[in-house]
């Protein structure tokens, strides 16, 4: 993401947890790209800052932290953050940014890796509109689809509720995969079915042939997805909208966790229900 708006011939602040990234990055955009010390440092030096972790508490770590964004950050400046996060959190972190003077955006993103690096990202953004039209041009570089869902925490509700359906989705999948392929199906002939009929789905066309040739490197992995899947379930509980398919779907990307499938791909928790029929969903 940093490498497309460094492309595009921004100036950008770089920082990582793992320094080393940031420091090779900036090693191949010199005069453009500058290493930080700190998330202060890149805020201090930004009028538009984004970033993207893992989970709420990393969130919570790096913009309100001691060496945090918020701690560097010029009244009137922005912080988007394009982390998966809980709304909650992101209705509050608004309210807090904006005490300060700085505005706030949760602009959490779709597209896993091969989305990043083609800077074909799709943004579900959530904050100020007026604002969200001048920093625009910012996100231009690494998203295909810019969505401004409404205020803040929209664009937050609006990724839960798309990586709700998709998880739901993969769960079928796996469930239909194994059916079919334990009964003697060719699992790429019934692909072809699905790919013609009304179960045709984008997420099935990319993911099933990772499946049949067995290869589950990570694009976006089981533990985050689960860590989605567990956002979802709190903001049901919170507006009081039961999510029964959504609560098995988890435990089922729990068992894929204690088998040990955690940081494999999300379509790796098709292993759990092969695991448990005795049969390999694979190219024949």
């Known amino acids: 993401m940093a490498r497309h708006l460094l492309a595009a011939g921004h100036d950008v602040a770089l920082w990582s947890h793992t320094i080393a990234k940031a420091t090779e990055l900036a090693s191949q955009f010199p005069g453009k790209a500058t290493v930080a010390g700190s998330p202060k ?21 790096v913009v309100f932290g001691e060496d945090g964004l918020l701690a560097g950050a010029k009244p009137g400046s922005v912080i988007v953050d394009a982390s998966t996060v809980a709304p909650s959190y992101s ?4 309210k807090r940014c904006a005490e300060k003077g700085v505005h706030y955006f949760d602009a959490p993103c779709t597209g896993s890796k091969p989305g990043a690096e083609k800077g074909a990202l799709t943004f579900m953004v959530g904050g100020d509109k007026v604002v969200f039209e001048k920093v625009k041009p910012f996100f231009e570089p690494m998203g295909k689809n810019l969505y ?43 692909l072809e079915v699905l790919e013609n009929s009304a179960a045709k789905s984008g997420l099935i066309a990319f993911k099933a042939p990772y499946v049949f040739k067995r290869d589950f490197s990570t694009n976006f992995s089981v533990k985050w997805m689960h860590k989605d899947i567990g956002l979802m379930l709190d903001s049901g509980k919170q507006q ?39 049969v390999k969903v694979e190219k024949v």
Not at 162 to 184: D, H, P, R, W, Y
Request: hydrophobic share 45%.
């Open 240 to 278: 009081n909208v039961p999510l029964p398919l959504t609560s098995l779907t988890h435990q089922m990307f729990q068992a894929a966790i204690s088998s040990g499938y955690g940081e494999e791909d999300i379509c790796a928790t098709i292993k759990v229900l092969e695991g448990m029929a005795g």
């Open 91 to 94: 209705l509050s972190s608004s």
């Open 41 to 61: 440092e890149v805020a201090a030096a930004s009028e538009c800052t984004f970033f993207i972790v893992g989970d709420t508490a990393m969130s919570d770590s």
């Open 148 to 190: 401004f869902c409404g205020g803040p925490s929209m664009g937050m509700n609006a990724k839960l509720t798309q990586n709700l359906i998709l998880s739901n989705i993969l769960q079928a999948f796996n469930e239909g995969m194994v059916l079919a392929t334990k009964a003697g199906m060719d699992p790429q002939l019934m």
